[in-house]
């Protein structure tokens, strides 16, 4: 178990929450980049991935972008075909305002999980952000096949027809 300095907010935060702290020595294969207390904020993955995306998911809401991004590229280093970490960390690039970035990353998600509408109806929302009703249309209706009953499916959809000023499509 890590032996870390006082002080350390986020690991602080963990271990409050009752996850076991693991250092580098615990993961031989994972790459720290010798910098421990910014990227060591692994536990038992195994049983606790859903409560690491819960955690990061809140730092992404919050606004406190650093912490979710460094808690799911955490998670990614260890399941990188967590297709909800994929998709939480193209939010986390929105919110910083990388749009290009954000795609590449929902892309991944898609990649990882196709049949989640969620990932589709976000990547084409940031399409049509970036001014490509196309393929913003595209995606739109492939959530929308996908999760017929999510509201945003449809919403992007209209809202990406609109843009396209096919009016009697939206």
């Known amino acids: 178990d890590l032996d870390k300095p006082e002080g350390h907010a986020l690991l602080n935060e963990l271990e409050s929450q009752g996850w076991r702290i693991l250092g580098p020595s615990q993961f031989p294969d994972l790459n720290f980049d010798?910098?421990?207390?910014?990227?060591?904020v692994v536990l038992d993955l195994i049983q606790t991935n859903?409560?690491?995306?819960?955690?990061?998911?809140?730092?992404q809401e919050a606004g406190r972008l650093q912490q979710a991004e460094a808690l799911l590229r955490q998670i990614l280093q260890v399941q990188p075909d967590c297709a909800p970490a994929w998709?939480?960390?193209?939010?986390?690039?929105?919110?910083?305002?990388?749009?290009?970035?954000a795609i590449n990353l929902l892309e991944k998600?898609?990649?990882?999980?196709?049949?989640?509408?969620?990932?589709?109806?976000?990547?084409g929302e940031m399409?049509?952000?970036?001014?490509?009703?196309?393929?913003?249309?595209?995606?739109g209706r492939m959530a929308s096949a996908r999760a017929p009953r999510l509201p945003s499916a449809h919403g992007n959809l209209g809202i990406a027809w609109f843009d396209k000023e096919e009016y009697e499509k939206a």
Not at 50 to 59: C, D, T, V
Not at 127 to 137: E, M, V
Request: glycine letters at 10%.
């Open 34 to 40: 010798g910098d421990y207390y910014r990227t060591a």
């Open 50 to 59: 859903g409560e690491a995306l819960i955690l990061a998911s809140r730092h």
């Open 87 to 101: 998709h939480t960390l193209g939010l986390v690039a929105h919110n910083a305002g990388k749009t290009d970035l």
């Open 109 to 123: 998600a898609i990649a990882c999980n196709g049949q989640v509408g969620l990932f589709h109806t976000n990547v």
């Open 127 to 139: 399409y049509r952000l970036l001014k490509n009703p196309d393929k913003a249309i595209e995606y």
